[in-house]
């Protein structure tokens, strides 16, 4: 049980396009998703909080209108990369919490999707 | 300012040799914290969860430990596929926030 998928688990592009990353729960209601980043040999930080149906909470120093992300349902949050550049390059994770679990239960997590910006 | 410090950095370790890897936490208030172990170009994978000083938690190989200021993951008789990086992390009261250490990148050779 808790399976998140994320899609693509790999992506090439170049400079200045924008790349979209979906991330679903597929045995679970997530009313809660995260999105995170990992750079190589660091901690994973997080960018955002989304919560079903309405507006993502974002970190300090993320921009929200750079990094666009959508949670339409209880299984899908989307995470849109606006104008990629190669800094933007990272591996993205996110995950997700189920339905009714309280605040302190773990989440979950997606594979992670490998952006390289060209 | 709530953070996770874990430590070694890196461990090798024959199959069979016993260790325990170690996390320091500084948290205004701990809700819960969490052990993953993360494999090469995956996502992190659940382990375990403690709630507060005392707990234990075990799983196989692995035990989870916890005091007021960090918590242990003992590895007994590893087998090499326990190889991977283990992550801790921690989320304090009125957050939702996971704040992950570095992790602890584990190699068990035969």
């Known amino acids: 049980g808790a399976v998140v998928s994320q899609h693509p688990s790999w992506v090439i592009c170049k400079s200045g396009t924008s790349v979209k990353i979906e991330c679903r729960s597929l045995?679970?209601?997530?009313?809660?998703m995260f999105w995170y980043r990992q750079f190589p040999k660091q901690s994973l930080m997080l960018m955002a909080t989304?919560?079903?149906?309405?507006?993502?909470?974002?970190e300090q120093g993320v921009e929200k209108d750079k990094f666009l992300i959508n949670h339409a349902s209880l299984t899908l949050s989307t995470l849109t990369v606006t104008s990629a550049h190669p800094e933007d390059s990272s591996f993205y994770i996110c995950?997700?919490?189920?339905?009714?679990?309280?605040?302190?239960?773990?989440?979950?997590f997606g594979d992670g999707t490998r952006l390289s910006i060209l | 300012e709530d953070q996770v410090t874990q430590s070694p950095e890196a461990l090798r370790l024959q199959e069979g040799e016993s260790s325990s890897l170690n996390c320091s936490y500084t948290?205004?208030?701990?809700?819960?914290l969490f052990w993953y172990r993360q494999d090469p170009g995956k996502g992190p994978e659940f382990l375990f969860t403690?709630?507060?000083a005392g707990e234990e938690k075990e799983k196989e190989r692995l035990k989870a430990t916890l005091t007021k200021k960090e918590s242990f993951l003992h590895i007994t008789a590893p087998k090499p596929e326990d190889s991977a990086t283990y992550l801790c992390?921690?989320?304090?009261?009125?957050?939702?926030?996971?704040?992950f250490g570095t992790g602890t990148r584990l190699q068990v050779f035969p």
């Open positions: 403690l709630y507060s």
């Open positions: 989304s919560n079903e149906g309405s507006k993502a909470t974002y």
């Open positions: 948290v205004s208030g701990l809700r819960g």
């Open positions: 992390a921690v989320q304090a009261y009125n957050t939702d926030k996971l704040i």
């Open positions: 045995d679970f209601q997530a009313t809660t």
């Open positions: 995950s997700a919490r189920g339905r009714g679990q309280r605040g302190n239960q773990p989440q979950h």
